[in-house]
């Protein structure tokens, strides 16, 4: 697996070849594609402190208010490569990469992971490169919330998520009983 983040992502996705994808293979036309169109133009994000709002546009990664520094995310920039060796996950990541460079984006080399999903032998070298730059190799790496582990075992995954249910009860029984 190849945990790949795109850099800068929302500031650089070409708008115009999403719409381009959505008509031409989903067939989304018409009153429908404007909806969508306009979900992202002019898009900003509030952020509500003390409640204060404050707008952060389109392209800044980061604003201030007050004594408070806001990080925004704006976009989902997180792909997960997959293939069954390392010679061809390495195929996957540069045809991946060029594509994106096409596309004017670039992958984030010191924010991508590789993992080698290595159940019977524990260490396998999985060492994936892009533009020259050896990935990161990691045993664990938590991806849309969800904890993968190079073993394939998800028992971390139930103990951490136990253990963040359990914070959550102990807070709310903290607040309810004092």
């Given at each position: ?95 991946f990469a060029a594509e994106c460079e096409a596309a004017g984006m670039r992958i984030s080399t ?40 190079s073993e394939g075992k998800i028992e971390r995954e139930i103990d951490r998520r136990i253990g ?15």
């Open positions: 697996m190849c945990f790949v983040d795109l850099e800068k992502a929302f500031d650089r996705v070409p708008r115009g070849i999403l719409w381009g994808v959505l008509r031409r293979e989903y067939g989304v036309r018409g009153p429908l594609l404007r909806a969508v169109r306009s979900l992202y133009d002019r898009s900003r994000s509030l952020v509500r402190i003390a409640g204060r709002f404050l707008g952060v546009a389109r392209g800044r990664r980061e604003s201030r208010f007050g004594n408070h520094r806001i990080s925004s995310l704006l976009f989902a920039d997180d792909v997960v490569l997959l293939a069954s060796s390392s010679q061809d996950l390495q195929h996957v990541l540069e045809r010191s924010k991508s992971e590789a993992m080698h999903g290595s159940r019977p032998e524990k260490g396998v070298a999985c060492p994936l490169q892009v533009g020259g730059e050896v990935l990161p190799q990691v045993e664990e790496f938590k991806y849309l919330g969800v904890l993968f582990t963040a249910a359990s914070a959550v009860m102990r807070s709310v029984y903290r607040t309810v009983v004092q």
